[in-house]
Structures are given as C-alpha cells and as structure tokens.
C-alpha cells in the first residue's frame, strides 16, 4: 500500500513541478479511481495491470502535458477493461476527460490487427480520433511505448513482430510528424530490436567495443568543442553521444556500407543562447575544423514540416574523428524533443482541435478522397519521405517530400489548383509534368478552368493528397460513364424488344442484384459486371431473351458495321473519355472512321476493336459480350494509330519519317526500332491522329517518300492491315 502511495505521490510531484496550479486532489482521486478498477488484472509479466496507465501517465508528465491528459493516461484502458463506463468517468472527472478517454478507447478496441483491410480501416479512425483533439495522439503514442517497453514479455513471437512493424509503419511517423523525437528515437529502436533482433544486437555489440576501446572519447570531444567556442565569447552547452542502433542500421541499408564503413556514429548537441548564436557556433566550427561536403543542413530557415529548426553539420572534428553536429537554442531544442507538448498550447487554453495541424488537416483530406487501403497506404508516403523545398512565385516555402513533381506542387497548394494544373514551369523554363523537383526550385503552376486531372498522373505523382485527389477524381468519372454507358444499353436492349425502359420499373430489381440505387445497377452493367439480357429477363421473364439471339446478332452487327449503316440500337462513342467506361483495343488501335464493334470486358467496360482485328475469334463463342457500337460526328477526341514502316538504311532516313509525319499533321507518340539490317529498318510508330482518314494522309504522305519502302496499319496483335477506310 505504501509503495501505491509513492506512486501517486511521485506524479503529482511531477506534474506540480511544471504545472504549479494543478488540482492534485482531482489527479489523485483519478490515481485511486483507476487503481480500483484494475485491482484484478495482471499483465503479461504478471505486474498489477495498474503499473501500466501509471507509466503512461509518467511518461506524458515527462512531456509536461496538462493534468487532463495526464488524468486521461490513468483512466485510458477503464472503459475498455473493466465495468467502468463512460457515464461513470464524465459523472467523475466532467465531460471534457470522458472525451477524451473515449477517443482513446475507441483506437484501443481497434488495435490494429495483422489483416491489412483492419489495419487500414483502423488507421483512418486514429486520424479521425486525433482530428478531434491532437491529446488523444500523444497519450496513444505514450500507450504504444510504454507496451513496447514490455513487448519482450509477450511469448508468441509473430505477435511481437505484428506489433513491432504496426509501431515501426504507423507509430513511428506519427511521432514525427507531432515533432517528439524522444519519443519517435525510442520506439524506433524498440520495434528494430524485435524485427531485427540479430542486426540490433550485432550494432549493440560493435557500440559497447567502441565505447571500451576509448572510454572517454565522447567528453573529450564535447570539451574540445565547448574551449573552442568559449574563446570567441560563445556560451554554448554540448552534450554528445553514439548515434541510435535503428538510425546506425538505416544509414548502412541506405549507404550499402558495413558498420566499420561507417566513420561519423557520433552526434553532438550545441545549444546557444539565441539565434545569431546559432550561426555564429557555425561559422566558428567550419573554420576550425574541415567540413563534410553535402552533410550541412539550415533548418532554421526551412524548418520542418513539424517546427523542428536547428542547424545540422558534419565536421571532421577533434581527433580526426567524423562527427554530425546540430546547432539551435534552447527553445528550438524543446520544440525538438517535445514537438506539439513544447508549446504547452493547452494550459494556454488554446484549441486542441488537431485540424490546426497542416499535416493533419492535409491528411483528412486524404481521408475524404480514399478507400481505407488507400489512405493507409498513402500516408506512409506521406509520412515517410524526406523532403525537398520548393518555392512558389511569390517566395513561399513549400517543403515536399522527396521524388515529387509539379503535380505534387499543385495539390499541396490547393486541391482546385491540382485538378486545373495543365503545366508547370520551373525556375522559369516549362517542364513536364512528370518532372522531379530537386530543392530551391522555383515552381509555377499553369492552369486552365477546363482542365481536369488525367488518370496518367497516378503512374508519376508520390504525395497521398495527390493520389488520392487523382484517384478519386477517376472513380467518380468512371463511375458516371459506366452508369452513362448502362443506361445506354439498356435503354437499347429494351427498345429492340418493345419495352419501355424507367428507373421505377428497374427499382425491384436491385435487391436481386445486390445494388444500393438504378444508377449502381446502371453503373454495373456498363462496368460488364452484368449483361443487358439479365436485367431484361429479370423484369420480363416472358420475354426468354435466349443466348441464341446473340449469337444470330454477330453476323448481323458485322454486316451493318461494313455497310457502315448502324442499326438505331447501336451504342454512340461520344462524350466517353478513353480510359474510363470504354478503351479502345491495343492490338488494333481503332480510329474514328473505321469499321469497329464493341466486346464487353468485365470490370473494364467496353472495348472497341476494328471489325478485322484477329482478336475477334477469341469471342465468337461469347456473342453476349459483343455490341454494336458506331461513330458519331461529335467525336473530336484524337486517337492513336499505329504503323509498321519499313525504311532504307540511309543517313538521315529517320528524319525524313518524323518531318513527313508532322508535315501531314501528325504526332507522334512512340516510336520503336523493331528490326534493323543492313539495307532496312523496321519501325512501329505511334501517331495521334484525327480520325482514320487522317491516318490515310499520313499513310500516303510517308509512301511519297523514296526513303520508304512500305507502311501498314497494324490490324492485329502480330500483324500490319492496310487502313480499313475506302
């Protein structure tokens, strides 16, 4: 009982040592309050259960957070674990601390599983959960590490991995992201001890040799450097020590080196009284001691996403030894080791509200425009990478994370002006829009009102925000074109049969179908999940639409597609955006004016093929999936064709064939040396085209010249057929 008692005594002394006005009766009765409830429980070490909200209550202490927080440690796992509800705690403690500890309970019934769709969906809630109040992080992340601190109690090894890599993926970055770095150093190195426990313990060891070998090199540096800097009047404190084992460990992986490759395991703090002082310790040790090329950092002028600022340098210091030295103030040194804890915003009264946070609100964005899988997914992105700073026109910094490109930019600006980016221009010049950015580039971003994203820019862009807007943007277009392209069908499909298509005729269908709305039904059928005839003889079951009317359909829709005389139930290619409900073959490459039908491919839409692509047969016993689709004069979207081109191997003979190309109007798109000998080349070209009439100039363009032995349209997969327009 005594020793209970120490206990509660030793955390209100904490705590009333940064926090004087504290209520300690109300954090004592909270003490005493949770030790009840937990009375029976043990932990996996057989400790009282009590002992494990006490740590975690002591290590958000350790972070100077306020008595709610503190309160809320204690009572954290209650709800979860015990008879207490949260009637009980706001009866108790007030509302504000059962929010509180319902925010936290909630995470913790969702402790992330193994299953990545759990993991995400959980994941998603956390950010949810923080979004309401940034408090219910940090006494999460002090939970997760003060579990991590005991995981070695756990047997069953595969558990303990699923909870290191769950810390090491989500925890980790999280901790980063609110700029505790203790915090982030210790569970790094806590969830590499259990991932890679060999590496861990090899790096230990060679740690504990070195540390032996010179016992004293480590103070004798820090007073080196302390006399060098007192002489030129600085007043600097400096500590120093090894570098993490986990930071060791991934400068290796990244380096490619071994550990006695590496030559700078030390690090040194320098904390000065101001800022001048921290560019007057630089300037000091640079002309003392020879730099490390590419190892100096400002972060003081380009802070961190996270406030971190400080200077970071790397010396060949005293004793010849390689060393990494940060330079910031005393305050800059808090906001670094506490990160959001450091600016003591709640004791101020300031908003909790975690949406202040940029990263935060960036996330939530994310949120809105992602599946669970995807968001998890694109925030490790997010969270992940280093970054680069970028400036835009006016001067403003925008740090990135590494590998991003213009559209990257775009999006962090603003999503509006991501969705309209049509170019980029930077450090003056135009780029493409796939262009990595590298740091100091000056970036402009060229929009236009009739612009949208195009689904190409999720092979290049590495934000989440910017995957996630141009995702959302494909969804939401190919869900309106499949449920366009259904309707169509159906409305079709019904005509041929005499029936009269309605939204509140197919409305009984839908629970048969298993859809939520027509428009899902629509979608549904245009996405090839379920063909016309289904929802026919659902609704009219008289009808007996039999396969065997599609079969006796094929030879039909091949005869009017050659007398290019579309019946009035063919599917007009107009307004559908490539890519999206319909794509056109690749073994073909359809253009507007040739003979084409339409083969229905499940989950993709519809596929046009030209009426003599060899990939036709493989259908002929599937006549469900054919369609009869036709051209329309509205259809000013250009296309790409592709040719075969034999050439003579002369000088110059390749520039001959892209000037005729752009001379008849076309642009070419790809280009590939198939075959070369010593009298000819064989070429594949892709050419934007207007239509296939266009794609005849060309043709006929590139057969005026002598350097040009042949050129064939390419019919099939394998082989050329002359241009299907008479």
Known sequence: MLQEKDLAEELI??????????????????????????????????????????AVANI???????????????LHDTVEDTAVTLEDIEKQFGKEISKLVDGVTKLTRLELQSERSKQSENFRKLVLAMSEDIRVLLVKLADRLHNMRTLHYIEDPAKRRRIARETMDIYVPL???????????????????ALYPDAYQSIVNRLQYLKAQNPNLVSDIVGELTNILAKQGLDAVITGREKSPYSIW??????????????????????????????????????????????????????????????????????QQRIEVQIRTQEMHEIAEKGVAAHWQYKQGAQTDGRQYRWLRELLEILEASTPEEFLEHTRLEMFQEQVFCFTPKGDIIPMPKGSTPVDFAYNIHSDI???CTGARVNGRLVQLRTVLNNGDQVEIITSRSSTPSPSWEEFVVTGRAKACVRRFIRMQQRSQYAELGKTMLTKMFRAHSQTLTDKALEPLLPKFKRPTVEDLYAAVGEGLMTTREVLNALYPD???????????????KARAKLRKPSRYAIPIRGLIPGMAINFAKCCHPLKGDLIVGIITTGKGVTIHTQECDNLNNFQNQPERWLEVAWEDETTESNVGRLSVMINNVMGGMGHVCTMIAKAGGNIANLKITNRTQDFFELMVDIEVRDAQHMLDVIAALRSHPVVVSVERYGSLNEPVRAAVH
């Open 175 to 193: 901790a980063e992201r609110i700029g505790i770095q203790s915090v982030k150093d210790e569970l790094q190195d806590l969830a590499f001890s």
């Open 13 to 54: 002394a904490r705590v009333r040592a940064y926090d004087p006005v504290v209520e300690e009766g109300v954090l004592s009765r909270a003490f005493v309050y949770a030790k009840t409830a937990h009375a029976t429980q043990q932990r996996a070490n057989g400790e009282p259960y009590f002992l494990h909200p006490v």
């Open 250 to 319: 991934r400068k290796m992986q990244r380096a490619n080196v071994t550990f006695e490759q590496l030559s700078d395991i030390m690090a040194f703090r320098v904390l000065v009284p101001d800022l001048a002082g921290c560019y007057q310790a630089l300037g000091i040790l640079h002309s003392t001691y020879p730099l490390i090329p590419g190892r100096f950092k400002d972060y003081i002028s380009t802070p961190k996403s996270n406030d971190y600022r400080s200077l970071h340098t790397g010396l060949i210091g005293p004793f």
């Open 418 to 420: 991501g969705d309209r």
């Open 60 to 74: 958000l202490a350790g972070l100077r957070l306020d008595s709610a927080s503190i309160i809320t440690a204690l």
């Open 543 to 557: 009808l007996a639409v039999e396969k065997q009317q599609a079969v006796d359909a094929i030879p039909e829709i």
